[in-house]
């Protein structure tokens, strides 16, 4: 979930993540629809996800006791880069201590994983071309503040659309894979 200016911190809830003095938690709030609805109800199957510290502080406090909403969540592995954290008492998770923990998990057989939040985590794995896919939410509001998704800057990479739409309130649906390197050319020759 993205703003058009890139944010993508709290955007769940006024209380989600404060830091940096961000005042406009709960942003995507007023842009729930039933076409929104049906497209988040197909990403919250069950998958196992890699979070970072503060984004599983953050998950790990509310999803545990709701469930109902996101079964999944309980029920799929939690990887966890952290340099701090070995321990939790949500089930299913397991600490990595770095991109080469990632990189040995990315190789390994089975679910998809999937990163939800967890911003400085993102850009790490961009940086270090472990990206294979891209499932953003593009919102029609500009924050001016926050986390951005590529605050840190990415290497270059080319991606193809492999699915998109558009929510009756005006939030892009856009899903893309990795497509190699960047072309270059001259428009118009």
Not at 39 to 51: N, V
Not at 57 to 72: L, T
Not at 91 to 115: H, M, P, R, W, Y
Not at 171 to 181: C, D, Q, S, W
């Amino acid at each position: 979930m993205i703003s058009l200016d890139g944010v993508m911190q709290a955007p769940g809830g006024p209380q989600e993540d404060t830091s940096g003095g961000f005042k406009y938690g709960g942003w995507t709030a007023s842009y729930g629809d039933e076409v929104f609805g049906k497209a988040i109800q197909e990403e919250l199957e069950p998958a196992d996800y890699l979070l970072g510290r503060k984004t599983f502080e953050i998950f790990a406090s509310y999803w545990p006791q709701h469930a109902d909403f996101w079964p999944g969540i309980n029920e799929g592995a939690k990887y966890v880069l952290s340099q701090t954290m070995e321990r939790s008492d949500w089930k299913n998770t397991i600490f990595l201590k770095s991109v080469d923990g990632i990189k040995k998990l990315k190789n390994l057989e089975g679910a998809d994983i999937q990163v939800w939040g967890s911003s400085k985590l993102i850009q790490l794995l961009l940086k270090h071309d472990l990206v294979d896919e891209l499932r953003l939410k593009v919102y029609p509001v500009t924050l001016g503040e926050g986390k951005r998704l590529f605050e840190g800057g990415a290497i270059p990479a080319a991606f193809t659309l492999t699915e998109s739409q558009v929510t009756t309130k005006g939030v892009i649906l856009a899903n893309y894979k990795r497509a190699g390197e960047v072309v270059t050319g001259t428009v118009g020759a």
